[in-house]
């Protein structure tokens, strides 16, 4: 049932990038995934696929609070980087963060797609991969 080719998850919880590849990868819903545990790491790949002209992820799922990069200075920086190309896929911001402020923050950004509170359901990410 692959829809997609290549998934990022960016986030410092193992138990969370686990779970969501074992999600992934059970239902069959892309080739390729990538995990980040920081938002550094992330723009580091992200900066090697370009540079080695390689396929951007169809999908990232962002969280917010990282050490070293956090998912805003994430955004800041993808922005930068390949904000203005139409290789970019659909950017996630997932987090167990409710606050009002941090959904309306994420809407302010042109490459965020939604915002997703955490956990996440095979349900719900069956229908934010489709």
């Not at 545990?37 to 723009?43: L, M, R, S, V």
């Not at 965020?112 to 489709?130: F, N, R």
């Amino acid at each position: 049932m692959r829809t997609i080719d290549k998934i990022c998850l960016i986030d410092d919880d193992q138990f969370y990038l686990f779970s969501m590849r074992r999600m992934i990868e059970i239902n069959q819903l892309c080739g390729t995934i990538a995990e980040c545990k920081n938002g550094q790491e992330a723009i580091n790949y992200i900066s090697n696929s370009l540079a080695n002209k390689e396929s951007l992820p169809d999908v990232i799922f962002l969280d917010i609070n990282m050490p070293i990069m956090n998912g805003w200075e994430f955004l800041d920086a993808y922005q930068k980087l390949c904000g203005n190309s139409k290789k970019t896929g659909k950017v996630y911001v997932v987090s167990s963060s409710i606050d009002s402020i941090d959904k309306a923050k994420a809407k302010t950004y042109k490459v965020v797609t939604g915002y997703v509170i955490k956990p996440v359901s095979v349900t719900q990410l069956k229908e934010l991969l489709v």
